[in-house]
């Protein structure tokens, strides 16, 4: 009897505790990490969203650029921060990437968050030099097959996601290309058009200035539907090759562990800012299309990826380092 009126005590303390935090949670800043340079689309991202939470808890959301080694610095120090939710994650889809990548990571991408909502998604467009004499995604593939070993396709480094959409792409069309790594996809485009590399895959706002100038063409978008910003656009799935779909998406993470109703009143706001008319069209104007699930939902996606992408990674052979 002793034990079970102890077991009930813990359990009531405990409800209280998170009764406790839900009423007085925020209590001070909270700093949302985003594990890429100031500039970027995680940064442009975590900035809107920022703005919209400081708004609605009453508290600063201030946003910290953490960048370095692919993001990994970033998502180190998240997922090492107390639990309390007061140190977020503006988390990006190589968080599902790295994983296979390295063996050397110092945490757990599926252990040592607790994922708290899918943001947004960005499709990649793959695009061609003008010369190359292929007007669409078909054409492509039986000229590349034509050519083994002789068309260079560029990315934005390794291991980011328009390389690994190019690894995706290359394996389901089975066909040889060169990859020739970039230091961002703004050097990988200016090597597109300057005709070092033939193919390459990049955001929609990277793509589109130079869609509109004729120095690159477009052959489709790497999301399993079109995307709003180029509705004219095919998805590579329905231009030909059945069974792609490579996404960009970015999503709102805190250290595992953190209390539940501090998750739940998270998402709840995130998702609310989401659905914000101003939000939603500033963020399309970024190509970003919104998406705001539960964390469950979240958890799921983000497990999938991980599992998707490894998979890819080993049959394109790529090494873990």
């Not at 993001?71 to 599902?96: H, Q, R």
């Not at 990859?179 to 090597?191: A, D, L, N, R, T």
Request: hydrophobic share 45%; glycine share 8%; charged share 15%.
């Amino acid at each position: 009897m002793a034990r079970v009126c102890a077991a009930m005590a813990a359990a009531l303390l405990c409800v209280w505790s998170n009764f406790g935090l839900s009423q007085t949670y925020p209590a001070k800043a909270i700093r949302l990490v985003v594990p890429s340079s100031p500039g970027g689309g995680t940064d442009i991202v975590g900035r809107v969203l920022a703005q919209k939470l400081s708004e609605a808890l009453g508290q600063p959301v201030v946003v910290e650029n953490r960048a370095g080694a692919g993001t990994m610095i970033g998502n180190e120090f998240v997922a090492k921060s107390p639990p309390d939710g007061y140190t977020l994650l503006m988390g990006i889809s190589t968080l599902a990437i790295l994983p296979a990548m390295y063996t050397t990571m110092r945490y757990d991408a599926l252990k040592d968050f607790a994922p708290i909502s899918q943001a947004v998604t960005v499709p990649n467009v793959l695009v061609v030099h003008p010369s190359l004499p292929a007007r669409n995604v078909k054409e492509l593939i039986v000229l590349a097959r034509s050519r083994p070993g002789q068309l260079a396709a560029g990315s934005a480094g390794t291991g980011t996601n328009p390389h690994l959409s190019l690894e995706l792409f290359r394996s389901l069309a089975h066909i040889d290309v060169v990859h020739e790594p970039y230091k961002g996809s703004g050097q990988s485009i200016v090597g597109l058009i300057s005709g070092e590399i033939a193919l390459n895959f990049i955001s929609v706002p990277t793509a589109v200035p130079h869609l509109k100038t004729g120095k690159a063409r477009a052959l489709g978008v790497t999301t399993a539907k079109r995307s709003e910003a180029v509705p004219d656009l095919p998805t590579i799935a329905e231009a030909g090759l059945r069974g792609y779909e490579a996404t960009q998406w970015f999503g709102v993470l805190a250290p595992a562990g953190t209390p539940r109703p501090i998750i739940e009143r998270l998402h709840r706001e995130v998702t609310t800012a989401l659905q914000a008319p101003d939000v939603k069209k500033h963020l399309a104007t970024e190509g970003a299309e919104v998406v705001a699930g539960t964390p469950e939902q979240f958890e799921s996606y983000l497990r999938s990826e991980t599992e998707k992408w490894a998979r890819v990674i080993k049959a394109a052979g790529i090494k873990p380092q």
